[in-house]
């Protein structure tokens, strides 16, 4: 079964990211808020989300709240992220 993060998506990804100092950072479309966006399967999704969800090959849906340890909200490097379960 395919996760919800394809290697079509993660080629995506990729294709619009900068690393620096560890930092994945996401240069594609954002939100108002600065985080990463991303279309998949007809639907916006939150670039760190969906990393977290690639990480623990989980269902993006299924996720709690995604918080950042670092200050960018465009990384979406899973060490730098981390699920609150609410
Ligand atoms: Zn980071």
Redesign the pocket.
């Known amino acids: 079964m395919e996760t919800p993060l394809e290697v079509d998506t993660l080629e995506r990804l990729w294709a619009k990211t900068v690393i620096r100092d560890?930092?994945?950072l996401y240069m594609g479309l954002r939100s108002v808020n600065g985080y990463g966006r991303i279309r998949v399967q007809d639907k916006f999704q939150f670039v760190h989300r969906l990393a977290l969800a690639l990480k623990d090959d989980a269902d993006v849906d299924g996720l709690g709240y995604v918080d950042?340890?670092?200050q960018?909200r465009h990384?979406w490097?899973p060490e730098?992220l981390m699920e609150r379960k609410l």
């Open positions: 560890g930092h994945w950042h340890h670092c960018y990384c490097n730098h």
